[in-house]
């Protein structure tokens, strides 16, 4: 009876404190609530949360990743097929045609960093004084690098994953009636699993850790298993958003055998595989053997570097929480000098502290 007793007075005790405090925790519902949002997406949206610096950053890329899956997914999906429209790129030396979608947000204005790269590394006059050199575009998505190098009259191997995007790329390649001979287009994502395996496309995206509801089934290709039509690689560009690290473990043997000697490659310091990319520059300087590094942003004019043993350890950790397209280049050419790429100081890049 005396237990009955103090369990009822413990009862009305809870009740009464819970009342006293519910107002204060009206206060407070929103916060509890982004709470439990972030709890949510913790346990069942697979983000890993490294840092709260990047939080704000990893739950903006979430919600773009999943809209943009979602108009992937109904994209490709639908049974009316979305207009196709044509444009003319002039803003480099030479002009081409680029087919996309009426609906596409193409990614086509100037990189006037990268232009004046190409320039420096004379594509145009390489091309056209031997029209065999290979340039070698993975992650094409629309074509913008391949197809330029198309037009200079390169040999060009483009590879990209997505059906729809595959398509246009056809349709571009006949609208610039760029012979198929010299034009290689591959329905194929560039891994360091065995080729002609097949995994689900994408396995990722830019937001760490961010799974695909409806991905695409794909073939693998290792790009020392392709049947290159010469021996060196003059440029090997590389957009796999986030995968880089795993593209660039695809060509051991074209590293090991100093057949590629120039490499120029999106950078994404949060992206999926964050330990892997924070390892990938020393790799190219101590494994790969690169002979410089420089980086450049999209939006700006300039190349900064070469970076020293220094600023390739900090590299990672000083872009790992700055919103920006960062690319790489990388060349593994005795040939090429510091006067040969017109750069500024690493130490005046005003895009870190």
């Known amino acids: 009876m005396v237990n009955v007793k103090r369990t009822g007075h413990r009862l009305k005790f809870l009740r009464s404190y819970y009342t006293s405090i519910y107002p204060s925790l009206l206060k407070y519902r929103w916060y509890i609530f982004l709470l439990l949002f972030l709890i ?131 349709s571009s390649i006949q609208h610039n009636s760029f012979p198929t001979s010299r034009v290689h287009l591959f329905h194929k994502s560039v891994s360091d699993c065995p080729s002609n395996s097949t995994v689900n496309y994408p396995v990722g995206d830019i937001a760490p850790g961010v799974m695909d509801d409806n991905p695409i089934v794909v073939e693998t290709i290792r790009l020392d298993d392709v049947a290159w039509s010469a021996l060196s690689i003059f440029i090997l560009k590389i957009d796999a958003e986030g995968s880089e690290s795993k593209v660039i473990d695809s060509a051991k043997k074209l590293f090991a055998k100093k057949r590629i000697r120039h490499l120029i490659f999106n ?37 900064y570097g070469p970076l020293r043993l220094r600023d390739i350890k900090v590299f990672h950790k000083q872009h790992s929480n700055i919103n920006i397209a960062i690319s790489l280049f990388a060349t593994f050419d005795e040939q090429i000098t510091q006067s040969s790429i017109q750069s500024k100081r690493y130490q005046s890049n005003k895009h870190v502290a």
């Open 40 to 170: 949510f997406l913790t346990r069942f949206q697979y983000i890993d949360i490294v840092s709260p610096l990047k939080l704000p950053l990893v739950l903006i890329n979430a919600v773009y990743s999943r809209l943009t899956n979602l108009i992937h997914t109904q994209e490709e999906l639908t049974t009316t097929p979305v207009p196709e429209v044509v444009i003319d790129v002039k803003h480099r030396i030479l002009p081409y045609k680029l087919a996309l979608r009426a609906d596409d947000r193409p990614f086509v204005e100037p990189d006037h960093a990268q232009d004046k790269l190409l320039k420096d590394l004379q594509l145009f006059e390489t091309c056209k004084r031997d029209p065999s050199t290979i340039i070698v575009d993975v992650g094409a998505h629309l074509g913008d690098f391949g197809l330029y190098a198309a037009a200079c009259g390169c040999t060009v191997y483009m590879f990209e994953p997505r059906p729809h995007r595959v398509t246009l790329l056809r």
């Open 267 to 303: 950078f994404y310091p949060w992206g999926t595989t964050e330990v892997s990319q924070s390892k990938l520059l020393p790799h190219l300087k101590d494994e790969l053997k690169a002979k410089s590094i420089y980086c450049f942003y999209r939006g700006d004019n300039d190349m």
